[in-house]
């Protein structure tokens, strides 16, 4: 997100001054680190939570549209990128993966042909095929059917355009521009406390975490401040006492997965397949058998298992939960808490998990699957936003949330998934809520980095032109890669 934001801000205003400060020592080692999350190119083209049934049998498709054209306005802005050579050829952050969604059970296969009629209507999902023929799926994904039980009812989606990305690439390449272009990036500094002066201007302390600093704590100031820390984001948000984040909590959930490099399994294996979630289990925890590329090696991985740390970074302290507690907040976390007890007994039933018990959640998915050929590794960290509630004095909320001062000079980032997926979006709505001012000078040059920015259609010949170049661009990726 930061390293989006950055990188829209040069393009629009070169001669603005950027300074990028990173905690660890080098950067996209916590959320974008490609082993820390699944790398997904979120389009709602496969996860079932954002395609929700309601009462009356009918699928909500609402919010798997929204995301999937947030998704487009990121495939354009790396098309941008890529084309004017600011980016690395797209084939060296993200390749084509199709993203099928796999469901056991009779009503499951009934509630997954529902869904797939009611978004193949809809020109983003046009490609999205179905089929409950064992023998059809096994053409999509051969580990999905072998040795399964003829009985079982069995279906799966299939969409074509899906997408591996890797995120760990794509931001170090984006920073790389930013330094190569004036920005400054400073590792091993980490953000102490943000204090506004009464100008409206920001003293950023900064500590300099190298063995060897010369000057271990200066002050910066800023006229405009992003947080992009991940799950850290929460805390320095409140050390900035802006009231806009007063009430926001953070649930903190870590990870697992299974990886394997067995070269047999990986070359029968090309797809990121999603399951359906357990009952309980948080739209993050979704199980799902996927191909990942990173640094141009595939491997094949399942997971998430869910666990839980007070941490909010995979790097942070073990205090991280207990000092995010704030009179402001207590309401809310105590109310997400008693309204999300079935969430804590399915954590505390993941944490307590055996490898054999993790390993039969493979074999469902994955039936010839053999212990010796996968390893258990750990995600990254994800924190949930809880968010008050007038009735039930606090929720949890699964998704992705920019929070921004009232004035524009601030503006940070809560949440987990779609996340990354969604970046250039989410950053061109924070220069629209910070910089009013300049909106309409920026619409313009915005138009022309990502052109679905100008409409809200999608079902346009101009847009699916639009499409259609992505797919294409998409597909030499894929050959190079």
């Not at 001669?15 to 400060?21: G, L, N, Q, V």
């Not at 039936?367 to 008050?388: F, Y």
């Not at 001012?437 to 920026?442: G, P």
Request: aromatic letters at 8%; glycine letters at 8%.
């Amino acid at each position: 997100m930061s390293a989006t934001l950055g990188t829209l801000i040069s393009l629009l205003e070169p001669t603005w001054k950027i300074e990028i400060f990173e905690r660890l020592d080098g950067v996209a080692l916590e959320s974008s680190n490609p082993w820390n999350n699944a790398g997904t190119g979120h389009a709602a083209l496969c996860e079932l939570n954002y395609t929700p049934e309601r009462p009356d049998g009918s699928i909500d498709t609402t919010k798997a549209v929204k995301i999937n054209e947030q998704f487009q306005v990121s495939r354009e802005f790396w098309h941008h990128l890529t084309s004017a050579g600011l980016l690395p050829e797209a084939s060296t952050y993200m390749s084509r993966t199709p993203h099928m969604t796999f469901v056991r059970g009779e009503a499951n296969v009934d509630y997954l042909r529902r869904r797939h009629a009611a978004l193949s209507a809809h020109p983003l999902f046009s490609d999205l095929e179905f089929s409950d023929d064992p023998a059809v799926i096994a053409q999509w994904a051969p580990l999905l059917v072998a040795e399964r039980a003829d009985d079982e009812p069995i279906a799966a989606t299939r969409a074509a355009s899906g997408t591996d990305v890797d995120f760990g690439s794509l931001t170090r390449s984006m920073l790389r521009h930013l330094v190569d272009h004036g920005a400054t990036l400073a590792t091993q500094h980490e953000v102490k406390n943000l204090r506004r002066r009464k100008d409206g201007t920001w003293d950023v302390k900064v500590r300099d975490t190298s063995w060897n600093a010369k000057d271990p704590v200066r002050t910066v100031n800023a006229r405009f401040v992003f947080v992009g820390a991940g799950g850290g984001a929460l805390p320095l948000l409140q050390r900035s006492g802006i009231p806009e984040i007063k009430g926001y909590g953070g649930f903190p959930i870590s990870g697992q997965f299974l990886r394997t490099t067995n070269p047999v399994i990986v070359a029968q294996h090309h797809a990121k397949v999603y399951g359906k979630a357990d009952v309980g289990a948080p739209p993050m925890s979704v199980p799902h058998l996927d191909t990942r590329v990173v640094d141009g090696e595939t491997s094949v991985m399942f997971g998430p298992y869910a666990g839980f740390s007070t941490k909010y970074l995979k790097q942070g302290s073990l205090l991280d939960l207990f000092t995010s507690i704030r009179p402001g907040n207590i309401v809310t976390m105590a109310g997400a808490g008693l309204d999300n007890m079935d969430l804590t007994a399915y954590l505390v039933s993941e944490v307590t998990k055996s490898f054999d018990a993790k390993f039969r959640s493979l074999r469902q998915f994955m039936p010839t699957a053999r212990p010796e050929d996968w390893e258990l590794i750990t995600a990254g960290q994800r924190v949930q936003v809880m968010k008050r509630d007038p009735k039930k004095g606090g929720r949890l909320e699964f998704g992705t949330d920019v929070v921004t001062g009232a004035d524009g000079t601030i503006a940070g980032l809560l949440g987990a998934s779609p996340g990354a997926s969604t970046a250039a979006w989410a950053m061109v709505d924070v220069l629209e809520r910070c910089f009013p001012e300049h909106r309409a000078a920026w619409r313009p040059r915005l138009a022309a980095i990502a052109p679905s920015l100008a409409t809200d259609d999608w079902d346009t010949p101009a847009e699916r032109e639009s499409l259609e170049a992505l797919a294409e661009l998409d597909e030499v990726g894929a050959a190079d890669a």
